[in-house]
């Protein structure tokens, strides 16, 4: 019998350290919550927000307002391009489908703003030569990877480039309001 107790406790040891196991190791790989349901599209460290401006052919233009902290960053920071790497991220937690060329160019429209974004020029109502937002634009070229710095402030961080399209665009508004799906993918699922 003592015997049989001893198996018994054994068992019971054995269960509940695999019970443990299993629930950290479950605890540890359970699903996290999908992007979509925690939106980017709000306020963070270089970010005030995020919208989206879009026009009947399908094109668009991201519009992101850098905080006061991201124009101090980019004049002061050791390694400016921090500010940039987080407000990708930001952009592509609000605005799904930027892959490609088009993130490309987003990219580059981006890190021109943001890098520039603490040098005084009126403009356009503002007193930054970036503006008070950073207008990245869906229909500009991709460039070569290993574009001079020189090239995209010659462009005006390539407003200059790839022209406009027609008509006026929606006003801007978060995606995380309405429309998720700017690229119409899930129309195209068979």
């Not at 299993?22 to 927000?49: D, E, H, N, W």
Request: charged share 20%; with cysteine.
């Amino acid at each position: 019998m003592k015997n049989d107790k001893r198996l018994g406790r054994i068992d019971r040891r054995s269960a509940v350290c695999l019970t443990a196991v299993a629930v950290a190791v479950l605890g540890l790989t359970a699903p996290a919550t999908p992007a979509s349901a925690a939106s980017s599209c709000g306020s963070s460290k270089f970010v005030q927000q995020i919208e989206v401006v879009e026009w009947e052919d399908g094109k668009f233009q991201i519009v992101l307002t850098p905080t006061p902290e991201a124009r101090w960053h980019a004049a002061t920071a050791v390694s400016p391009r921090d500010a940039v790497v987080e407000q990708w991220h930001a952009i592509q937690g609000c605005v799904p489908g930027l892959e490609g060329g088009l993130a490309d160019t987003i990219w580059d429209q981006l890190e021109c703003h943001q890098l520039h974004a603490s040098v005084p020029a009126f403009r356009e109502g503002s007193m930054w030569a970036t503006g008070e937002t950073y207008e990245l634009e869906s229909w500009r070229p991709v460039l070569p990877r290993a574009v001079p710095g020189g090239t995209l402030v010659f462009t005006q961080c390539m407003n200059l480039l790839g022209g406009n399209p027609d008509g006026p665009g929606s006003g801007p508004r978060r995606p995380d309001d309405g429309r998720l799906d700017l690229h119409g993918a899930q129309e195209n699922i068979a």
